[in-house]
């Protein structure tokens, strides 16, 4: 299995820039479809977004389409989250999670492992 571990998180000003990073120890880091969700308080947990596992293909959820990026660097096991032009709705925690399958699955269900998170707080 798979240990992930995300950082970078922290308190941002409203039409700012974040990266977070996700590391990876354990299994062979390349043999799993990585991907982004975020949970804001009192909310269920979203998909953001999900890379597959060489990182030619990316799909993300519609409304966030062009403000987050996701990409990976297999020889470093570490998969990464650009946030654009920051929202103060954008306010949440972040975790990665892992899948040993190869569909964009869009559900917390259908991913085997997860991070702990980390807090994206953005202010006005």
């Known amino acids: 299995q798979v240990q992930l571990v995300e950082s970078g998180g922290g308190l941002v000003a409203a039409g700012g820039s974040l990266m977070l990073s996700c590391a990876a120890s354990?299994?062979?880091?390349?043999?799993?479809?990585l991907a982004w969700f975020r949970q804001a308080p009192g909310m269920e947990r979203e998909f953001v977004g999900a890379?597959?596992?060489?990182?030619?293909?990316?799909h993300y959820t519609p409304s966030l389409k062009g403000r987050f990026t996701i990409s990976r660097d297999n020889a470093k096991n570490t998969v990464y989250l650009q946030i654009d032009s920051l929202k103060l709705e954008d306010t949440a925690v972040y975790y990665c999670a892992a899948s040993t399958g190869n569909i964009f699955f869009v559900d917390v269900g259908s991913y085997n492992f997860w991070g702990p998170g980390t807090q994206v707080t953005v202010s006005s």
């Open positions: 354990g299994r062979a880091f390349s043999t799993y479809l």
């Open positions: 890379i597959d596992k060489n990182g030619d293909y990316t």
